[in-house]
């Protein structure tokens, strides 16, 4: 029997943090299905699924909390059993526009207020070309419900882009 376990890491970043993880996994006789990782301000973050076989998901799991030593902080979480099936439409959006604070904030309380999940979210701020100052660019991948009115969620989404004066596409 394997038991699937998600957990996340972070410490500061430098070569070989990846390794200790993988490394720890496949000692145990785990498996790697799938991660997401990257460098974010002086940090290595990530997020990732492992299988393992039940019997050695404690040794794993001590063996990942022990990385704390080494500067990276795992936190390990079991899945549960087999998760409802979210259905509906996947809509990936992008915007754009001045950074300022609270973009997200108004962006992502449309989304939860039309009972969209967040599937995939990536963001970053880059200096904007000839204008000076920095933009702030978005790129997800959202689950819209089949009980949403896309028009409204396409609305209210406009209307949030028209008042933190920000480009939106969605596709």
């Known amino acids: 029997m394997l038991t699937t376990l998600v957990m996340t890491v972070i410490g500061s970043d430098r070569p070989g943090l990846v390794q200790m993880v993988a490394a720890g996994v496949a000692d145990h006789g785990g498996n790697w299905l799938e991660?997401?990782?990257c460098r974010l301000g002086g940090q290595f973050a990530g997020i990732l699924r492992v299988e393992v076989p039940a019997a050695n998901a404690d040794a794993l799991r001590r063996t990942l909390l022990d990385l704390e030593?080494?500067?990276?902080?795992?936190t390990v979480h079991t899945e549960g059993g087999p998760l409802p099936a979210l259905t509906g439409s996947t809509v990936t959006f992008e915007l754009v526009g001045q950074d300022h604070p609270g973009i997200l904030r108004q962006v992502s309380a449309v989304l939860a207020a039309h009972g969209v999940n967040v599937e995939e979210l990536a963001s970053e701020c880059v200096s904007a070309p000839m204008g000076g100052g920095n933009l702030f660019q978005a790129r997800a991948t959202v689950l819209v419900p089949p009980s949403a009115n896309m028009s409204a969620l396409r609305a209210d989404l406009e209307k949030i882009a028209a008042d933190v004066m920000v480009d939106l596409k969605l596709s």
């Open 69 to 74: 030593a080494k500067g990276l902080r795992v």
């Open 35 to 37: 991660s997401r990782m």
